[in-house]
């Protein structure tokens, strides 16, 4: 028999290894000290929402559970179409560290989030503004170590990169896929913050801790106005102005739900996939005219095998060729059951349905590439520059 299928299946066997690799060295915010510092500075806490009746509650009330001793929470309303307002009212009604703005009309030339978002500082008296999702779940801790690795290390921008919680059978399929590709082109918060390019900095916009400073001295969120992936662009800009910016996990200490249905998992990541990716491609144009292919290229490297083995039940096909789609798939299968019990702490059953997880992924990577710089969230279009 030849060696060659084995030669041919071992980017199936070992991708999954580097990405695991590239985790190593990665920074927790279990490492910091869960004690505040002796004169704690105020933090101002920033939510944008807009449509998120569903969470609101459980993102304050979270909130408000901090343990961390001196803080505000400025939730701004983008124009909400359901009861987010009414909820935050009733909310600061009873808790005095809560207040709620009502956003001004989207401004041309902005996305929703960082329209809400520097209103928000506009209001904030912080010596640290702290930008936070409002479908994110707080740790009681979360506050307090986030300040002491900001103080610790002398960092200008934190961001946090927590649990991702996923309920229904879409999310346990679709997610994972989503999150491979990104530790690939990634790898963990130590590849990240050890990367010389500013190309390869991301940020997670669930949870960013700046200080004032910093943030005015590059124009927040107005510097990155039209960008889909606002989080990444900020990290970037940050790093190529010379600030002093890490990424750490606190898988202990936020928890985020993305999204909670399909319709939600496609329109979410079809938004960021392609038009977010242009800022991330390495290599300059080159990266970005190769950005299709990549985005492509796992999920069709996952389909590849099994769509091998699925015509063999029809036609006759060379041994060799039968052989190398079974070996991709077997390796496939373990690697992702692995992931499912150890990360995600989710049954390894849900690996065999990795050939459909594969298959919405390539779908909305096609749709984010058909659209191009077109883009579509909670009833805006926009225009990503």
Not at 61 to 81: M, N, T
Not at 326 to 354: D, E, I, K, N, Q
Request: net charge neutral; hydrophobic share 50%.
């Amino acid at each position: 028999m030849s060696v060659w299928p084995y030669i041919l299946a071992l980017p199936w066997l070992a991708g999954p290894l580097l990405a695991v690799w590239r985790m190593h060295g990665s920074p927790s915010l279990d490492h910091e000290a869960s004690d505040p510092p002796d004169d704690p500075p105020l933090v101002s806490i920033i939510v944008p929402a807009r449509n998120e009746a569903a969470n609101i509650t459980t993102c304050l009330e979270a909130i408000l559970a901090s343990r961390y001793p001196r803080f505000e929470v400025i939730v701004v309303d983008d124009r909400s179409e359901d009861d987010t307002g009414a909820i935050v009212a009733a909310i600061a009604a009873r808790d005095a560290r809560v207040r709620v703005l009502q956003s001004a009309p989207l401004a041309q030339g902005w996305f929703g989030k960082q329209w809400a978002c520097v209103q928000g500082v506009h209001e904030a008296s912080g010596s640290l503004y702290c930008f936070t999702d409002a479908d994110t779940a707080h740790g009681p801790e979360l506050l307090t170590r986030a300040v002491n690795a900001m103080h610790a290390r002398s960092l200008d921008f934190l961001s946090v990169a927590g649990r991702q919680e996923m309920e229904t059978f879409w999310e346990r399929v679709v997610q994972p896929e989503v999150f491979a590709i990104l530790a690939l082109r990634y790898g963990g918060p130590g590849a990240v913050n050890r990367s010389p390019r500013a190309a390869d900095k991301i940020a997670n916009g669930q949870f960013m801790m700046i200080t004032p400073a910093t943030y005015y001295a590059v124009d927040g969120h107005a510097a990155v106005r039209r960008k889909v992936a606002e989080d990444l662009a900020l990290a970037q800009l940050l790093f190529r102005r010379g600030k002093r910016t890490e990424l750490v996990f606190g898988l202990r200490h936020l928890a985020t739900r993305m999204y909670a249905s399909l319709p939600e998992i496609v329109g979410g990541w079809r938004k960021n996939m392609y038009a977010g990716g242009l800022d991330a491609a390495p290599f300059g144009d080159a990266g970005r005219a190769l950005l299709p292919a990549g985005l492509l290229a796992v999920p069709v490297a996952s389909l590849a095998p099994v769509l091998v083995l699925l015509a063999r039940l029809l036609w006759p096909l060379p041994d060799a060729l039968v052989l190398w789609a079974a070996l991709c798939v077997a390796a496939m299968l373990l690697w992702r059951a692995a992931g499912y019990v150890v990360t995600a702490h989710l049954s390894p059953f849900y690996a065999l349905a990795f050939p459909l997880g594969s298959a919405v992924v390539a779908h909305i990577a096609c749709a984010a590439i058909l659209r191009g710089h077109r883009v579509e969230w909670k009833g805006r279009e926009y225009e990503a520059g």
